[in-house]
């Protein structure tokens, strides 16, 4: 075993053996990659520049703006705008052998013309005829509100954002991320569109009081259709305008760095908008620029574009485009969307219950060279950034560093565990829950990788589908979450929810995500403004003023939320290895862990409170109740009066009272 021919994952998991070939393979394709990237660029990092290049940028040796697009089939390019008049044909741009186009404009002929936000578009003839197209690597692109038309705008301040976030060290929320998944438009409460500045004024605040180290920003990425939640992204470099400029996103960015935050992108590499005349697809006539062609490059689940990863030139893009928002916004990471349907030329549609699956011809070899090259990108940029796989298959060695043999992420999206949720919730009444099951999904995942938690995020929040809280306590949230009036379907769903999120968080995985609102049981679903919905911001918002309300339920949950999160900080739970189970009953519906040194007891039967109920813990001594579910302040009934000290007894073990519906924490003294 000592072996040096022999990758790390193998020796760490002695199960890989039958594939031991086909990962050492993986490795060497990634290998002969990196050498011919490093031979012809001279490392990963400079290669990842291609937007330094390509696009509009001033060339101050000549004086003037340069615009460079690469489009290999194109017959003809020519650049227009408000600088011309939008003539179609007075600006064409010259082709290399490359298939690069170029065209330059001195300073002194276009100074007055070619100016910050003057709008902008290229001309382009190929196989597919003359079509009016937006450049590939423009840095902004905004709408008209009359004609709903997308256009490329010059983006050249006159100032220069200054960043003052030098001294935010990302380090302790890289070891343990609390992640608040966000989306900066449905942010506010009010009937439209938050922006930018909105968000740091109005929610940084309230998820820094939350506790949570980081943020996980959705539909960054410019995307045409708003209601696509960011998926369908058109215009890789450019933030969205519709929260504002990207002076204000760095400012987001900034003040987050300010209060100690991270600020993680999802970045929406896995496919593109199929649109012609706002994304990439047939950008130079031809089926097979970026995009694989027939169908190979069409997915039909998303009805969207999918990249060839194996050529040359589309790495070039995507891998500028990771050097570029971590560059430029200062972004600490991302969280990687759609990593399954990246792997796999099947995306994933099928059961992997045969581990040769995970390497057999299903998998896209030009993929996975391309998902490491990302992910030594990142950590070669910023050790301290993090990367996010949402990733459901299991593939082994997703989280393994690459020199071991694996893909090089940080951390996973625990994907099954809120489907576990979900169909308990949907298709089991409380009696019949299974806390062997509840275990199993909860602790099973690989011993060496990391995976981040979560009981919902917005793929359950989404309309079609139901959050939690809904799920828990459905039409009652319109009319029974007043702490003046009582509800028992309100008091079971509160205490479940309570229940839930404990649990998930401290037993699902070494880091945890929660979807904004959700931590509060937001009450209703995300629906974008539509044709089906008359276009209306109704479900587009988060009504913040729920939780704001004293006497309100949701007041109660978000209480626990924060007791629970900083719980969780004070003692690094998540940092600290996987949980030990100490005690499950199934009948009584009572299970008990160990993690971090801490006691974590659930009751979850639905009438029965267990009044001497015994345990045996790790270490002799005197315990205390350190956070309790059950308590007033959370919307618990107070069961357990005062505060007292439990001793254990001479076997070792813990006699308490245990109401049911409760979670309580216990700490040795």
């Not at 400012?251 to 896995?270: R, T």
């Amino acid at each position: 075993m000592n072996n040096p021919e022999i990758l790390q994952i193998i020796k760490d998991s002695p199960w890989l053996e039958p594939h031991a070939l086909d990962i050492q393979e993986r490795y060497e394709r990634y290998l002969a990659t990196i050498q011919f990237i490093n031979y012809d660029y001279g490392s990963l990092l400079e290669f990842a520049r291609a937007h330094e290049y390509y696009g509009i940028h001033f060339d101050t040796f000549r004086r003037g703006w340069v615009y460079r697009e690469w489009a290999p089939k194109a017959y003809n390019l020519f650049l227009m705008g408000d600088f011309n008049g939008w003539n179609r044909y007075s600006h064409p741009l010259k082709k290399d052998h490359r298939g690069d186009w170029e065209i330059f404009l001195p300073y002194e002929e276009y100074k007055n013309s070619f100016v910050h936000q003057s709008k902008i578009k290229i001309h382009v003839e190929g196989e597919n005829g003359a079509l009016d197209r937006i450049p590939a690597y423009i840095r902004r692109v905004i709408q008209d509100e009359a004609t709903h038309d997308f256009t490329g705008q010059l983006w050249f301040p006159e100032n220069q954002f200054k960043w003052s976030d030098q001294s935010f060290d990302p380090t302790p929320n890289l070891n343990q991320p609390l992640i608040y998944e966000c989306h900066v438009g449905m942010a506010q409460e009010k009937l439209g569109v938050g922006t930018y500045l909105e968000f740091a004024e109005n929610i940084l605040p309230r998820i820094k009081a939350a506790g949570y180290n980081t943020i996980q920003m959705m539909a960054v990425m410019e995307h045409p259709y708003y209601g696509s939640f960011g998926y369908h992204v058109s215009n890789f470099f450019c933030p969205t305008s519709r929260f504002g400029t990207p002076e204000e996103l760095k400012f987001l960015i900034n003040k987050a760095h300010e209060m100690g935050i991270s600020v993680v992108m999802d970045l929406v590499h896995s496919h593109a908008v199929k649109n012609v005349f706002e994304g990439l697809n047939k950008f130079d006539g031809s089926e097979h620029q970026y995009f694989h062609p027939g169908d190979r490059g069409y997915h039909e689940g998303w009805d969207s574009k999918l990249f060839d990863y194996g050529k040359l030139e589309v790495k070039h893009f995507l891998l500028s485009n990771i050097r570029y928002w971590l560059e430029e916004f200062h972004f600490d990471g991302f969280r990687w969307d759609g990593a399954t349907s990246i792997i796999y030329i099947h995306h994933g549609n099928l059961s992997f219950d045969n581990l040769s699956k995970y390497f057999d011809e299903g998998v896209d070899v030009d993929a996975v060279i391309y998902l490491q090259l990302a992910n030594k990108l990142i950590h070669d940029f910023s050790q301290n950034a993090i990367s996010i796989a949402e990733e459901v298959s299991g593939v082994p060695g997703l989280c393994r560093k690459i020199e071991d043999g694996g893909i090089g992420f940080d951390y996973r999206l625990a994907m099954g565990i809120p489907d576990f949720w979900i169909k308990t919730l949907k298709h089991q009444p409380d009696e019949h829950w299974d806390l062997f099951n509840m275990w199993h999904e909860l602790s099973n995942r690989p011993a060496i990788e990391k995976t981040i938690a979560y009981a919902e995020s917005h793929d359950q929040a989404l309309v079609g589908d139901k959050s939690i809280a809904f799920w828990l306590m459905d039409k009652e949230m319109y009319s029974s979450m007043s702490k003046l009036q009582s509800s028992l379907v309100v008091d079971r769903g509160v205490a479940l929810h309570k229940m839930i999120r404990m649990i998930t968080i401290s037993l699902g995985g070494e880091g945890y995500l929660n979807f904004i609102g959700n931590e509060f049981g937001h009450p209703e679903w995300i629906d974008f403004p539509r044709e089906g919905n008359d276009w209306s911001y109704q479900y587009a918002r988060r009504q913040w003023s729920l939780v704001d309300t004293d006497h309100l339920r949701y007041h109660d949950l978000f209480e626990w939320d924060k007791a629970m999160i900083k719980l969780v900080t004070d003692y690094q739970v998540l940092a600290s290895p996987p949980a030990n189970q100490l005690h499950l009953d199934p009948d009584k519906k009572i299970l008990v862990f160990e993690r971090a040194g801490l006691i974590f007891t659930f009751c979850f039967h639905v009438s029965e409170s267990y009044f001497g109920f015994e345990f045996k813990v790790p270490e002799k001594g005197k315990y205390k109740i350190i956070l309790n579910s059950d308590h007033k302040k959370f919307g618990g009934f107070e069961r357990i009066d005062g505060d007292p000290t439990y001793p254990t007894d001479k076997k070792q073990q813990l006699q308490i009272y245990l109401p049911n519906r409760t979670c309580l924490i216990f700490k040795k003294q």
